[in-house]
T-cell receptor, first 115, second 112 residues
Framework: NAGVTQTPKFRILKIGQSMTLQCTQD?????MYWYRQDPGMGLKLIYY???????DKGEVPNGYNVSRSTTEDFPLRLELAAPSQTSVYFC??????????????FGQGTRLTVV | QQQVKQSPQSLIVQKGGISIINCAYE??????FPWYQQFPGKGPALLIA?????SEKKEGRFTISFNKSAKQFSLHIMDSQPGDSATYFC???????????FGKGTRLHILP
């Protein structure tokens, strides 16, 4: 069972470079999320999607872009990387709105360093 | 503006003791309160969750206590074990919302 798969696991970017963090899930989940985790700050929602073709901003969307062309994939694009984007990024998915009966599953994370 | 406030930031408990982590919220529209457990280098994983119409939920050694009037909820870990050492996040979701908001996390260390 693959679940939620994120690639790459680690990446070092130079300031001003761009990259795409990949996220794919094989559970046929409609809802997908991107969070970033900074030490002592918990998880902050960047973008989310409730289905293919539908995306919406979270708490901290600036500097990022997303697309959802298929149910399985939800890539996160960083344009013009900045040191403030150094973080651990987590992708998550759920069948529908997370409830006591509908769990949200997280990937293993991508650790990104911008230098 | 943080909508879910979690405390303490870190906690050290002796093996066999009770670990207690607290969270408070302000938005009365929240209707789903999960707790996540995260081990180093891993993604968060759902531990236990509760709805606001329930005052307590127990799963094994893990219990959520929910106080709707005080807008507080807490995680109790009974008979804490070294394998419970991890970071714990409380979270919440609004009843007309698609997304989960997380607390800042508590780093728990259980002494052997």
């Amino acid at each position: 069972n693959a679940g939620v798969t994120q690639t790459p696991k680690f990446r070092i970017l130079k300031i001003g470079q761009s990259m795409t963090l990949q996220c794919t899930q094989d559970m046929n989940h409609n809802y997908m999320y991107w969070y970033r985790q900074d030490p002592g700050m918990g998880l902050k929602l960047i973008y989310y999607s409730v289905g293919a073709g539908i995306t919406d901003k979270g708490e901290v969307p600036n500097g990022y872009n997303v697309s959802r062309s298929t149910t399985e994939d939800f890539p996160l694009r960083l344009e013009l990387a900045a040191p403030s984007q150094t973080s651990v990024y987590f992708c998550a998915s759920s069948l529908s709105i997370p409830t006591v009966n509908t769990e949200a599953f997280f990937g293993q994370g991508t650790r990104l360093t911008v230098v | 503006q943080q909508q879910v406030k979690q405390s303490p930031q870190s906690l050290i408990v002796q093996k066999g003791g009770i670990s207690i982590i607290n969270c408070a919220y302000e938005n009365t529209a929240f209707d789903y309160f999960p707790w996540y457990q995260q081990f180093p280098g891993k993604g968060p994983a759902l531990l236990i969750a509760i709805r606001p119409d329930v005052s307590e939920k127990k799963e094994g050694r893990f219990t959520i206590s929910f106080n709707k009037s005080a807008k507080q909820f807490s995680l109790h870990i009974m008979d804490s074990q070294p394998g419970d050492s991890a970071t714990y996040f409380c979270a919440a979701r609004g009843n007309r919302d698609d997304k989960i908001i997380f607390g800042k996390g508590t780093r728990l260390h259980i002494l052997p």
